[in-house]
């Protein structure tokens, strides 16, 4: 009877140290099974990492090539907005400078033709003085007299205008002096008569005035 239950004792502990023995292979097991675990988390979250990290660095080259573009872009169209304004300023210069020379142009034309008139004045001039006293009220010299007019007003409405002379003091830049007189009603250096008009046209001098200075 003693040795049936020693034996049954004997089972129970086999049974137990066998129980225990699956208890610690199971957890070993399942230790095994939570590193394996966390190595495939771990593996995975450096996976994510390195694609994110790829991401950021194609985004960065990409923004990088896009911003080069934008400044190439933008320094194209400086350059063009340059070149435009040095085109127009050319094209104002251009513009002045041909206006400038047509105005000369014209000036000029128009002072040759004026040049080729006064002789005409000057004439008409003379053939209205040289008319007698008794005949200044006659029709042809009156005839006369109103066609003078009508050039003298042709001609300032043209901007041409006599230059002042008799009682002025002489000036080169208007008067040409070909004698010398002596005057008690003028001082020295002053015009006491006048030989031929001179005339301006817009300020500019087409023929000087031929004078006669007081000495």
């Not at 350059?79 to 014209?106: G, I, P, S």
């Not at 000029?108 to 005409?120: F, H, N």
């Amino acid at each position: 009877m003693a040795e049936e239950k020693d034996k049954l004792q004997e089972e129970n502990l086999t049974e137990e140290k066998a129980s225990q023995a699956d208890g610690e292979v199971n957890a070993d097991k399942g230790a095994e099974a939570d590193d394996v675990a966390q190595d495939a988390a771990k593996a995975e979250t450096a996976q994510e990492s390195k694609e994110a990290s790829k991401e950021e660095k194609k985004e960065k080259k990409k923004k990088e090539k896009t911003d080069k573009k934008q400044e190439a872009l933008k320094e194209k169209i400086e350059e063009l907005e340059d070149r435009v304004k040095r085109q127009m300023a050319e094209f104002e210069n251009f513009r002045k400078r041909t206006e400038k020379e047509k105005t000369a142009m014209f000036e000029t034309g128009a002072k040759s033709v004026i040049e080729k008139i006064l002789p005409v004045v000057d004439n008409f001039e003379r053939g209205l003085a040289a008319v007698p006293e008794d005949e200044k009220g006659g029709g042809f010299a009156q005839g006369m007299e109103m066609i003078y007019k009508q050039l003298m007003t042709e001609l300032e409405n043209m901007d041409v205008k006599p230059i002042p002379a008799v009682g002025e003091e002489f000036n080169p830049d208007f008067h040409n002096a070909v004698m010398q007189v002596e005057s008690e009603e003028f001082e020295t250096g002053v015009v006491a008569q006048e030989l031929q008009k001179g005339y301006t046209y817009r300020e500019s001098v087409v023929r000087h005035s031929m004078v006669a200075v007081v000495s």
